[in-house]
């Protein structure tokens, strides 16, 4: 699935390919309006577009922009775009302001319910949002009762949000088990292993790291929080933020402001050791 854009037109287009090893077909091809308020006319500020958890769905980000699709297959076999839910038609507050990343965490099924995908989004204003999808007969729908603001953040106010990051364990040992289990060599799971349920991070662009977990009985709740960079977020951004598969209790931090590298181990969150 492509994304293109052409400088200067008020459109993009999204757009199922087929490559061969010879050639190439285009299946479908589904045109995208540049959201009202990019700060240039005819500039196309995306942020992030990129699938859900599932793979059922498309999420499509940036300057008053976000957007849920799903690839659909018409009864005569050829694919096509159907929309699932336009937040910004839903919720005139996201038009004025940026989507600036995106997470879909996975989350364990939970009975009674028909939840597809969750998916976190960080704004340019410093709040996280979270959006719940909902499989209905053979529809799926935004869950609007469940879907909102993150509550208890402490993020500074007008500070971007600059990355949502997943883990894929709590500790050095957190993958011998499903190692065994599969009987796969270690090079090739790591391919393979899941995102953690249940926890995800926020990093802005202050450095200061937000950990988030689901809780039984209270929703999603801030467990941790710290700054791991001393940046300025006048200068833009300057930090980011990967977990590591390998050793899945670190991550690695890049802070462009200072040159460095910085392994934070998420089971001793007072020590970090830096890199030059």
């Known amino acids: 699935v492509l994304l293109t854009h052409k400088q200067g037109s008020k459109w ?91 997470l879909s965490v996975p989350l364990p099924p939970m009975p009674g319910t028909s939840m597809l995908d969750w998916v976190v989004v960080g704004l340019g204003n410093g709040l996280l949002y979270g959006f719940r999808f909902d499989r209905r007969q053979d529809t799926i729908q935004l869950n609007v009762e469940i879907s909102g603001r993150f509550q208890g953040s402490n993020h500074t106010p007008g500070v971007p949000i600059r990355g949502l990051i997943g883990t894929y364990g709590s500790s050095p040992d957190a993958h011998h088990r499903q190692m065994q289990h599969l009987g796969l060599p270690y090079s090739l799971f790591l391919n393979r292993v899941p995102m953690e349920c249940r926890v995800f991070y926020a990093l802005a662009d202050d450095g200061r790291l937000s950990g988030w977990s689901l809780l039984d009985g209270q929703g999603w709740t801030m467990v941790t929080e710290m700054s791991i960079a001393e940046t300025s977020p006048s200068a833009g951004p300057s930090v980011a933020c990967h977990s590591s598969r390998l050793v899945p209790h670190i991550m690695v931090v890049a802070d462009r402001a200072r040159g460095s590298l910085k392994c934070y181990n998420r089971m001793w969150p007072d020590e970090a050791a830096e890199e030059p």
């Open 12 to 102: 993009m287009s999204m757009e199922v390919m087929a490559v061969y090893p010879a050639r190439f077909h285009l299946e479908c091809v589904q045109p995208v309006q540049i959201g009202a308020h990019s700060t240039e006319p005819g500039d196309a500020e995306v942020t992030f577009f990129s699938t859900t958890h599932s793979e059922r769905l498309l999420m499509l980000g940036g300057r008053g922009l976000l957007q849920f699709w799903q690839v659909c297959e018409t009864p005569a076999g050829q694919l096509e775009f159907q929309l699932v839910e336009n937040i910004t038609e839903t919720w005139d507050y996201f038009r004025s302001h940026a989507m600036v990343c995106a």
